[in-house]
Nanobody
Framework: QVQLVESGGGLVQPGGSLRLSCAASGSIFRPYSMGWYRQSPGKEREPVALISSFGFTNYADSVKGRFTISRDNAKIAVDLQMNSLKPEDTGVYYC?????????WGQGTQVTVSS
């Protein structure tokens, strides 16, 4: 099994920045992908940013140019740098790890963008 530990959520003003981190541990097999999903009130959980074990990235259209997903050089981990945050970015952000077709999820961290 894979365990995911998230950190970095919180309250930030519109236009501000926030950085989320997620570290994976357990039985890790390559290739794998990691990423961040979010669930906003009244919406389904949706992918925000994904990164493969080879470093390829994919972003939701709504966050392109504002969010950056990256890998930690020393750990099986990913960060999500969120800039120019908007109120509509508010939601619960979940770290995701996928290997062998199986999804693993973090507990979720709340991100609230409000003045």
């Amino acid at each position: 099994q894979v365990q995911l530990v998230e950190s970095g959520g919180g309250l930030v003003q519109p236009g501000g920045s926030l950085r989320l981190s997620c570290a994976a541990s357990g039985s890790i097999f390559r290739p794998y992908s990691m990423g961040w999903y979010r669930q906003s009130p009244g919406k389904e959980r949706e992918p925000v940013a994904l990164i493969s074990s080879f470093g390829f990235t994919n972003y939701a259209d709504s966050v392109k140019g504002r969010f950056t997903i990256s890998r930690d050089n020393a750990k099986i981990a990913v960060d999500l740098q969120m800039n120019s945050l908007k109120p509509e970015d508010t939601g619960v952000y979940y770290c995701n790890h996928n290997q062998k077709g199986t999804n693993y999820w973090g507990q979720g961290t709340q991100v609230t963008v409000s003045s």
